[in-house]
């Protein structure tokens, strides 16, 4: 086990070559948010966008266009409940993240199952929230999985339906056993947060605390993985996947040290100068 600590960050943020343009930087769609939850995908496309991903785009329901453009004009918008729209865009991507604030109805599982049947395993699949709840019911999910390896980001409770492991029962040995049977990299979220990556290896998160506990933080986080992937496009994914993880903890204790409770918005006004810092001298 490999705890991570802040030199993982200069490994990854790189000075960004002045020959380059937003098609390099990569393209993000974003999958989520019905009527009810249409905050979950606004913090995960603000948080791709804040990273620096080069084209960002938000497939939800048309009642969160007027607040996605309020709060982030630069994320592109389509309907998606418009199948051909959908396949398109996913067409388009190089990272997709589906799953915060989908719901689970009907409508969502369709959404869902566009996604699966249209992703390409050359594409970088983070699968969030709502979307692993599906999953958790869904069995006949389960073969996409095992084709397009995607980085699964369940809390313990999201963790317990798919696997089926008790929260008071998950551990390294179980964990490591049903993350290699899914054939995906698994970030579990919680108190120190245990990232499973598909190699066997794991990453353990040793900072972030209590003042992270507020709806809307593994959203931001899932968006972040998804700019930091955009962007950074390594061999070895892993490392961008635990320098993303690193450093949305890293930001909230830097928050908490004047702030009580650290909120989701608060992160994400934050990335663009702890980037900056974390640059490699
Ligand atoms: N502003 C918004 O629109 C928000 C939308 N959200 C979305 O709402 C949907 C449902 O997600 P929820 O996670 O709220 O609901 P879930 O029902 O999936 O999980 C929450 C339950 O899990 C329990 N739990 C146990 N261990 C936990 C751990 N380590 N971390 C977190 N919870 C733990 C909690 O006590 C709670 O009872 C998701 O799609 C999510 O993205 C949430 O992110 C909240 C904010
Ligand atoms: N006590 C805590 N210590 C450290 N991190 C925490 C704590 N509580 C919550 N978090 C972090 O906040 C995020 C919560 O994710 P999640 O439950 O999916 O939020 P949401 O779905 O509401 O956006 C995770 O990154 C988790 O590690
Ligand atoms: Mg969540």
Redesign the pocket.
Known sequence: MHVLSKNILNQIITTRPSESHKGNYGRVLTVGGNSQFGG?II?ATSAVIHCGAGLSTCATSVDNLTALHTIVPEAMFIPFDSEYKLIDALTNADVILVG?GLGTNEDSLKILQIVLQHAIPEQQLII??SAITMIAEHHEFLPFLKELHPIL?P?QM?WQRLSNIKISEQDDIKNTLYQQKLQSTVVL?????TIYHRDGSISQLAI???Y??????????AGMIAGFLAQFKLKNYDYVVDAAVYA??AI?DKISTTKYVVL?TNIITEIQSFMKLSVAP
């Open positions: 979950a913090l915060p969030d929230g980001t809390h999201e979220k919680k108190y120190h947060t972030g605390g209590p992270m506990a507020t709806g809307g933080m593994g959203d931001t986080l949305h903890s909230a989701p």
